[in-house]
């Protein structure tokens, strides 16, 4: 399979500023539908009344379809020899945001008080089709980095820009969803929810076609007319998946802020409904998160240079281990003093997770290379789905184990925010618990595992830049 950059061979735009903002679009798209996820289990429980030891299973259910569906696209993806006119990552991109405009508010039918059953069908059914419109979205949108540019600076400067398309998303959604979805007393208003899910299906479609028409790719991984086809091995694949640390490494940090992100959001929820008793707000504090983002994003050309990539991951968990050791430690009291602390450790956090936010995505395309590098092949679309499915089986895994740690102490869905004292107490000790579990697991994963340190980076770089010019 040939690969060489061809930007001064077809006269294509050099690397820019363009390049950088098409790409933050195409997170932005993403992220108007995956924003919502985190309001899935307060509104099927607290608005649509399901069992939440039930809406537990559930999550993990659909992540069934998750373990079928990701790894299936990606190899589909592979696989996948048509010539399309500009590229088959952007065919793919192209048609799952379409599907997303409408499959992320079909997760949010309004229509409480049916029989459980049919509520748990309702939400199954949604989750499925909205997963697989953002995978077919999605995985290929992950691939597409690694073929942008095969620069390793620019690949993290798309993957700064990349969270940057996503912080703005998130941003957006965090500040105004709290404020329109609880009233004054912090109830749930559910039946808004879904339109407002149909107004980000459509921002999302936007920025989706924007990306798509404003994308150049660089790095030609086809196969060539007259060439070889080679015979595609999706277990071959997976078993490259499993050697590679790189993946492995950079999957299983994912992994691990997921199930502490996710695993706290319902009790964050519960907290600022319950223990601060101030709901509307939970977005702006949500905000201290993207600090480190704006912080570091002037310097991630520099500090990539002299620090490297898994240098500054490793020293962002190490920090946010520090914070959230902390925000468990001090003593956060349910008024405006204790809400000051809250947001200073979330600040400090903030700071550690700006290391990782800013070239977490360069890492897989990092781990593609080292495929290539070590084992002679690639597959992109592969490796990135499964990358993709164990992210997403921790977006299932955590808020399951969530609403189960939260059930334990007490958390009773049908009160919504009207839990006693002690519970709403225990909530705020939850959140920094689940939190601290997976910034534990991060380090681990950045700095034991993960194995393209700064040196062996630009060592395999370079070997490939050799190779690449040999054929």
Same mark, same amino acid.
């Given at each position: 399979?040939?690969?060489?950059?061809?930007?001064?061979?077809?006269?294509?735009?050099?690397?820019?500023?363009?390049?950088?903002?098409?790409?933050?679009?195409?997170?932005?798209?993403?992220?108007?539908?995956?924003?919502?996820?985190?309001?899935? =289990?307060?509104?099927?429980?607290?608005?649509?009344?399901?069992?939440?030891?039930?809406?537990?299973?559930?999550?993990?259910?659909?992540?069934?379809?998750?373990?079928?569906?990701?790894?299936?696209?990606?190899?589909?993806?592979?696989?996948?020899?048509?010539?399309?006119?500009?590229?088959?990552?952007?065919?793919?991109?192209?048609?799952?945001?379409?599907?997303?405009?409408?499959?992320? $508010?079909?997760?949010?039918?309004?229509?409480?008080?049916?029989?459980?059953?049919?509520?748990?069908?309702?939400?199954? !059914?949604?989750?499925?089709?909205?997963?697989?419109?953002?995978?077919? !979205?999605?995985?290929?949108?992950?691939?597409?980095?690694?073929?942008?540019?095969?620069?390793?600076?620019?690949?993290?400067?798309?993957?700064?820009?990349?969270?940057?398309?996503?912080?703005?998303?998130?941003?957006?959604?965090?500040?105004?969803?709290?404020?329109?979805?609880?009233?004054?007393?912090?109830?749930?208003?559910?039946?808004?929810?879904?339109?407002?899910?149909?107004?980000?299906?459509?921002?999302?479609?936007?920025?989706?076609?924007?990306?798509?028409?404003?994308?150049?790719?660089?790095?030609?991984?086809?196969?060539?007319?007259?060439?070889?086809?080679?015979?595609?091995?999706?277990?071959? &694949?997976?078993?490259?998946?499993?050697?590679?640390?790189?993946?492995?490494?950079?999957?299983?940090?994912?992994?691990?802020?997921?199930?502490?992100?996710?695993?706290?959001?319902?009790?964050?929820?519960?907290?600022?409904?319950?223990?601060?008793?101030?709901?509307?707000?939970?977005?702006?504090?949500?905000?201290?998160?993207?600090?480190?983002?704006?912080?570091?994003?002037?310097?991630?050309?520099?500090?990539?240079?002299?620090?490297?990539?898994?240098?500054?991951?490793?020293?962002?968990? $190490?920090?946010?281990?520090?914070?959230?050791?902390?925000?468990?430690?001090?003593?956060?009291?349910?008024?405006?003093?204790?809400?000051?602390?809250?947001?200073?450790?979330?600040?400090?956090? !903030?700071?550690?997770?700006?290391?990782?936010?800013?070239?977490?995505?360069?890492?897989?395309?990092?781990?593609?290379?080292?495929?290539?590098?070590?084992?002679?092949?690639?597959?992109?679309? %592969?490796?990135? &789905?499964?990358?993709?499915?164990?992210?997403?089986?921790?977006?299932?895994?955590?808020?399951?184990?969530?609403?189960?740690?939260? %059930?334990?102490?007490?958390?009773?869905?049908?009160?919504?925010?009207?839990?006693?004292?002690?519970?709403?107490?225990?909530?705020?000790?939850?959140?920094?618990?689940?939190?601290?579990?997976?910034?534990?697991?991060?380090?681990? $994963?950045?700095?034991?595992?993960?194995?393209?340190?700064?040196? =062996?980076? &630009?060592?395999?770089?370079?070997?490939?830049?050799?190779?690449?010019?040999?054929?």
């Amino acid at each position: 399979m040939a690969q060489t950059n061809t930007a001064a061979a077809n006269g294509t735009r050099k690397f820019g500023l363009l390049d950088k903002v098409s790409y933050a679009a195409g997170d932005f798209g993403c992220n108007m539908s995956f924003a919502l996820k985190g309001t899935l =289990t307060i509104y099927w429980t607290q608005f649509m009344g399901i069992n939440q030891v039930l809406m537990a299973g559930l999550l993990l259910l659909v992540q069934v379809w998750d373990a079928i569906n990701d790894p299936l696209i990606g190899s589909m993806v592979d696989a996948d020899r048509h010539h399309y006119k500009r590229n088959k990552f952007l065919a793919y991109v192209n048609a799952g945001g379409i599907g997303l405009t409408v499959a992320g $508010a079909l997760c949010f039918l309004p229509f409480p008080g049916l029989p459980e059953v049919a509520e748990a069908i309702m939400f199954v !059914a949604g989750y499925i089709l909205w997963d697989a419109f953002y995978t077919v !979205a999605n995985v290929p949108y992950g691939s597409l980095l690694s073929l942008i540019t095969d620069d390793p600076i620019e690949r993290s400067q798309l993957s700064t820009w990349r969270s940057v398309g996503a912080m703005i998303a998130n941003i957006g959604t965090s500040i105004l969803l709290p404020m329109l979805i609880y009233d004054a007393s912090n109830a749930l208003m559910g039946e808004r929810i879904f339109w407002i899910a149909l107004l980000m299906g459509g921002l999302g479609l936007i920025c989706f076609q924007f990306m798509v028409r404003t994308t150049v790719v660089r790095i030609d991984t086809d196969v060539k007319t007259g060439e070889e086809i080679p015979k595609f091995n999706f277990f071959k &694949a997976m078993l490259n998946f499993v050697r590679n640390r790189a993946a492995l490494g950079a999957t299983l940090s994912a992994m691990s802020m997921f199930i502490g992100m996710y695993g706290a959001s319902v009790a964050t929820q519960v907290l600022f409904q319950a223990y601060f008793k101030n709901a509307k707000i939970s977005g702006l504090v949500a905000m201290a998160s993207y600090v480190g983002m704006f912080a570091f994003l002037p310097f991630i050309k520099p500090l990539v240079s002299k620090v490297g990539k898994k240098e500054m991951c490793t020293i962002g968990a $190490a920090i946010n281990v520090a914070a959230y050791v902390l925000m468990f430690l001090l003593p956060i009291t349910p008024d405006a003093k204790g809400l000051v602390m809250y947001v200073i450790c979330q600040l400090l956090a !903030a700071v550690g997770n700006g290391f990782g936010q800013c070239v977490a995505w360069a890492l897989m395309a990092d781990a593609m290379d080292y495929e290539e590098w070590k084992y002679g092949e690639r597959n992109e679309g %592969t490796t990135y &789905a499964l990358y993709s499915f164990f992210r997403k089986l921790a977006q299932g895994v955590g808020p399951s184990l969530g609403i189960m740690m939260a %059930t334990a102490v007490g958390y009773n869905a049908t009160l919504q925010q009207n839990q006693p004292a002690e519970v709403a107490l225990n909530m705020r000790y939850l959140v920094p618990a689940m939190y601290l579990g997976g910034a534990i697991l991060a380090l681990v $994963a950045y700095g034991l595992i993960y194995n393209l340190d700064r040196k =062996t980076l &630009a060592t395999m770089t370079k070997e490939l830049e050799e190779r690449h010019k040999a054929k």
